[in-house]
């Protein structure tokens, strides 16, 4: 038992320490973000605008779901003036940057660790070392910007999109009208939740792109090992969402 608590220590902070280097030469590299803009323009384009209807959809019906049950909550206690209100809060401060950061856990991180763990097992990074390429500067940096750039984008959209289907569900089935819904949620909009949900999604952002590219080019073992890459970096990017969500409110709140 000790053994194998020694082993898995030592495997963790080995790759802890592995990560934070990669996470060094990435931004080392970009300083040629200029340089290399049309192909981190790409990779905005398939990491984050191709994610967005995925995206909106969860934001529709995780509104939806909110005013649903904060309805159920507030009967006989809280008037339901207040239910636009609650949905908008409990979004922007939680649902909104957790759902869409779990989607893109799915979507982005395992589909750049699949990319780059068959390039690596079919040699492709060996051959750009071999050419004098930086594999991480043209890999893995402008996947990595791309995603932490685009994720407050889709946060907000996703966001905005959770508030209105919260509307559309009390509208429809509960019978609360849209100045109803909406006038508690001035009196109690707050700049501060809207910074925090943004500093949530830069580093929801930031850690699946970087989990990605990380269990990608660590991949090995053929076919076989690219299937286990995926799984990992969906595993260890929702994990570290729910971890750092938790270490964000507990430090911004």
Known sequence: MTDWIISQSTKFFTNFGRVTVLLGRILLNLRFVYADRKNILIQSVLLGYNSLPMVLLIGIFTGAVSA????????????????????YKAVIIELGPVMTGLVI???????IAAELGSMRITEQVDALES??????RFLAMPR???TTMMMPVMVTLASFI????????????????????????????????????????????????????YIGLSTEGGAEGVGKATIEAFVWSSLLILFGDYILATIFF
Request: charged residues 10%; aromatic residues 18%; hydrophobic residues 55%.
């Open 131 to 136: 050419l004098a390429i930086d594999p991480i």
């Open 68 to 87: 649903w049950q904060a309805n159920y909550q507030f009967e006989g206690y809280i008037p339901i003036k207040f239910l636009g209100s609650a949905v």
């Open 162 to 213: 959770a508030v209105m289907g919260g509307f559309g569900v009390a509208h429809i089935f509960l019978g609360v009208t849209s100045s109803l819904y909406f006038t508690e949620i001035p009196r109690h909009f707050l700049v501060y939740d809207i910074f925090v949900c943004l500093i949530k999604a830069l580093y929801f952002g930031a850690i699946t792109s970087l989990m990605g590219c």
């Open 105 to 111: 856990a799915g979507r982005v991180s395992a589909s």
């Open 144 to 146: 990595f910007l791309a």
